[in-house]
T-cell receptor, first 117, second 113 residues
Framework: GAVVSQHPSRVICKSGTSVKIECRSLDFQATTMFWYRQFPKQSLMLMATSNEGSKATYEQGVEKDKFLINHASLTLSTLTVTSAHPEDSSFYIC?????????????FGPGTRLTVL | DAKTTQPNSMESNEEEPVHLPCNHSTISGTDYIHWYRQLPSQGPEYVIHGLTSNVNNRMASLAIAEDRKSSTLILHRATLRDAAVYYCILQSHYGGSQGNLIFGKGTKLSVKP
């Protein structure tokens, strides 16, 4: 199967700092990339979708100025959590879609555990 | 709103078959039925998907009701490594925002040795 990587796998930062998380599709070009957030014992919540070279589409309730998404190439998307606060501590998971509909094959990264002190 | 309904949790014994049910009574004709699973502290992993016919792959089988309002994921011989949260998700054929994977609460499967 296709491989999606995330970096870093774990990050601890101080409140007020910004954190960047990278998501890469290693062996395919992704038509669309997605960012999810997962709090403990909860399901994944879709935050935003992005296409290469376009602005990200954010889900309702997700602050676009706080969660900056850059999708510079067909294999790389980054999520920057700006001015992070303890309530932003969560498990962030990216996903990449390969192929147009109806194939819609989607592959997930291993996740990034963010802890804001 | 989740478009699928799954039991919160299920238990199985190792090396026995497991049938994980999913109800999706509002499924449309263009919705695919996808199953993903998530092991602890990992990203979701694709398991199987189908549209109308039953499907088999090396990981599992997917049985789809004739009216498509429910489906069952079948693990033929559960192992300890199959302990995970299993998500049943409807995904539109059309793509765009309709094709986004929206996760419900899933079923937490425990496997006893």
């Amino acid at each position: 199967g296709a491989v999606v990587s995330q970096h870093p796998s774990r990050v601890i930062c101080k409140s007020g700092t910004s954190v960047k998380i990278e998501c890469r599709s290693l062996d395919f070009q992704a038509t669309t990339m997605f960012w999810y957030r997962q709090f403990p014992k909860q399901s994944l919540m879709l935050m935003a979708t992005s296409n290469e070279g376009s602005k990200a589409t954010y889900e309702q309730g997700v602050e676009k100025d706080k969660f900056l998404i850059n999708h510079a190439s067909l294999t790389l998307s980054t999520l920057t959590v700006t001015s992070a606060h303890p309530e932003d501590s969560s498990f962030y998971i990216c996903s990449a879609r390969r192929g147009p509909p109806p194939l819609n094959e989607q592959f997930f990264g291993p996740g990034t555990r963010l802890t804001v002190l | 709103d989740a478009k699928t309904t799954q039991p919160n949790s299920m238990e199985s014994n190792e090396e026995e078959p497991v049938h994980l049910p999913c109800n999706h009574s509002t499924i449309s004709g263009t919705d695919y039925i996808h199953w993903y699973r998530q092991l602890p502290s990992q990203g979701p992993e694709y398991v199987i998907h189908g549209l109308t016919s039953n499907v088999n792959n090396r990981m599992a089988s997917l049985a789809i009701a004739e009216d498509r309002k429910s489906s069952t994921l079948i693990l033929h011989r559960a192992t300890l490594r199959d302990a995970a949260v299993y998500y049943c998700i409807l995904q539109s054929h059309y793509g765009g925002s309709q094709g986004n994977l929206i996760f419900g609460k899933g079923t937490k499967l425990s496997v006893k040795p």
